[in-house]
């Protein structure tokens, strides 16, 4: 499947902003189930674009601003073909051993609610994927999608807590119950195709995959309920949001930042040119 991206994250600030760097982890990697036809990240401010791999293996831009600007636009267009592989992630750069995706971070660390949600559920599955698939569905039973009851910041302990949330939400509850049985897993940006038509949307997607031995990384959608497909744009990997997160950085000067965000995913019958 031919997927088009078109996303835009719009910064507009009272005062001028005098400086700023940001860390951009907006480009797509190639895997098994996925090839980038055409990608493009471009800012409306002239700036300066350098490009690394992270210690994860996603493609990381640092954009540097060193003018004054009240208004920034820093936008991605691609294309990418996409394969279903029924969730399976092979292929794919993988720095660390996967034991490394136990490692608990402040997001993801689990509580005693989350421990007995986990152990609850092990308990009634035949094998590892049967209690992830569980799993999943246990989660979402018991955080309701709701969007501005939570941040950036929030932990998995929290939303557990709050019982609302949204995909990154469920995405780090999800790895906080993994790894607190053994099981590796992490964090997971990028885009979900909802409709054919690409209806804007005010935010990007989040899902984790979790490594089961005989198959490899398999990717769960929490908050849809589903494994992930052809569907799905995969972008950044990390332990957790913060790894992961599409931009992040500071900047000098600028008050009263106002933030936008629109996301465009469509169904495409040719790669851009």
């Known amino acids: 499947m031919l997927i088009t991206i ?3 994250t719009i910064y507009r600030y009272d005062s001028p902003v005098s400086y700023s760097i940001q860390s951009l982890r907006l480009t797509p990697q190639p895997f098994d189930g996925q090839s980038v036809r055409y990608w493009r990240v471009t800012s409306t401010v002239p700036a300066q674009f ?57 997001q993801t660390r689990p509580d005693g609610a989350i421990r007995a949600l986990a152990k609850t559920v092990q308990a009634t599955a ?26 950036a910041q929030t932990t998995a302990i929290e939303v557990m807590s709050q ?44 899902w984790a995959e979790v490594m089961i031995p005989e198959l490899g990384w398999i990717g769960f959608d929490v908050a849809n309920r589903v494994c992930t497909t052809d569907q799905y744009v995969r972008i950044g990997v990390g332990l957790d949001y913060r790894e992961a997160a599409p931009i992040r950085g500071i900047r000098r000067g600028g008050e009263s930042e106002e933030l936008s965000v629109k996301v465009r995913v469509s169904q495409s019958q040719s790669a851009a040119q």
């Open 163 to 206: 019982g609302v949330g949204v995909c990154q939400d469920h995405a780090h509850v999800f790895i906080a119950c993994a790894r607190s049985i053994g099981i590796p897993a992490r964090y997971v940006s990028g885009y979900l195709l909802h409709t054919e038509t690409g209806e804007v949307t005010q935010a990007s997607h989040a």
């Open 6 to 8: 078109d996303h835009e």
């Open 50 to 106: 350098s490009s690394f791999q992270d210690s994860f293996g996603n493609v990381t831009q640092t954009l540097v601003i060193d003018r004054p600007y009240e208004e920034n636009c820093i936008r991605v267009q691609g294309v990418v073909d996409t394969v279903n592989t029924h969730g399976v992630v092979s292929g794919a750069v993988e720095p660390f051993p996967a034991m490394f995706y136990l490692r608990e971070t402040e």
């Open 126 to 151: 035949d094998t590892d994927v049967d209690c992830m698939h569980k799993m999943m569905l246990a989660i979402r039973n018991a955080i309701e999608y709701q969007t501005g009851e939570s941040h």
